[in-house]
């Protein structure tokens, strides 16, 4: 009988370490029709079509509901057009003196033009963490990022391959965020997800 308790609590045991060890499932951050989940700042314009979040028109950002402090993020996005950028920013907050403004936060750079290119870390106006790795996207072309913030210790990744890491604490918790830049160039996403750890 004691043999049997025993038994029952090391499968009980372990049944609760295989639940904790076992990691979050994605969650969706957008439903691929419309902009349910999502709010507005600046002049960019933001469309849905076949599946792809679109902003063009000029600077302005898109915020999700959700907001996250620890997590892991992954989508796909290209830019195209004329001085092509923009940003998957995270841990953001639209700031309280100018909503239309920079987020306050941190970005993921998307930019195939310029010295501070996609995969550097960006503060507001300001490029902080540099990739390891040459500028690996191009305009007009897919590319898949994933981003992994635990604590103050920040990973990005493209095309599955590991290009920087960082580590800052300037910015604890906030909103998701895709940046429309400058009138003429066009950002677009799909595939958003993100799960907390």
């Known amino acids: 009988m004691k043999n049997t ?5 090391v499968i009980a045991f372990l049944s609760v ?5 076992a990691k979050p499932k994605w969650i969706s951050l957008f439903n691929g029709k419309d902009l349910a989940g999502w709010f507005v700042r600046g002049k960019a314009v933001w469309t849905v079509q076949d599946g792809v979040l679109t902003g063009d ?4 950002h898109i915020y999700t509901d959700v907001t996250c402090t620890d997590f892991e993020a992954k989508g796909q996005f290209r830019i195209s057009g004329e001085n092509a950028n923009s940003g998957f920013y995270f841990r953001a907050n639209p700031p309280a003196d100018n909503p239309d403004g920079f987020p306050r936060g941190y970005e993921a750079q998307i930019c195939n033009s310029q010295d501070a290119y ?30 992994k913030v635990e604590g103050t210790h920040i990973q990005f990744w493209i095309n599955n391959k590991l290009v920087m890491t ?4 300037e910015y604890k918790s906030g909103h998701f ?9 066009k950002i677009e996403a799909r595939k958003l997800f993100y799960r907390s750890l």
């Open 57 to 60: 028109g000029g600077m302005g």
């Open 166 to 169: 960082y580590d800052d604490d």
């Open 177 to 185: 965020a895709i940046q429309g830049h400058n009138p003429g160039m």
């Open 118 to 147: 996609t995969g550097w870390l960006w503060k507001p106006g300001k490029p902080t963490g540099k990739p390891t790795t040459p500028l690996m996207t191009k305009d007009g072309e897919w590319f898949n990022y994933r981003i």
């Open 5 to 9: 308790i025993r038994l029952l609590a």
């Open 17 to 21: 370490s295989a639940t904790a060890l």
